[in-house]
Nanobody, 123 residues
């Protein structure tokens, strides 16, 4: 599976962005998918995850209620809708896919990674 993340950009605090993760390969529809982020000078952290069908999701406490992860297996694409953005959400966002169909929340259980897309939230 190859992943291509897009949709990042510059937005003011309180604004919204939707990230997309386009996948190639026939196994995406049976793969768990996740989003991680890495802010400057910080370690990569988990943001959100979704299982193969989209029926189960999990969020980091820091984004719960503001971000929504989803997927469209017919389009081989995953999404991260980000609302009420805060300056502390500024980071490079990475999408990932796992060989497991489950909701995976730890980075070492993901097998495929996209290149990252930069989100900058100004105050």
């Amino acid at each position: 599976v190859q992943l291509q993340a897009s949709g990042g950009g510059l937005v003011q605090a309180g604004g919204s962005l939707r990230l997309s993760c386009a996948a190639s390969g026939r196994t995406f529809s049976s793969s768990g998918m996740g989003w991680f982020r890495q802010a400057p000078g910080k370690e990569r952290e988990f943001v959100a995850a979704i299982n193969w069908s989209g029926g189960n999701t999990y969020y980091a406490d820091s984004v719960k209620g503001r971000f929504t992860i989803s997927r469209d297996n017919a389009k081989n694409t995953g999404y991260l809708q980000m609302n009420s953005l805060k300056p502390e959400d500024t980071a490079v966002y990475y999408c990932s896919a796992a060989k497991s169909p489950r909701t995976v929340v730890v980075d070492y259980q993901y097998d495929y990674w996209g290149q990252g897309t930069l989100v900058t939230v100004s105050s």
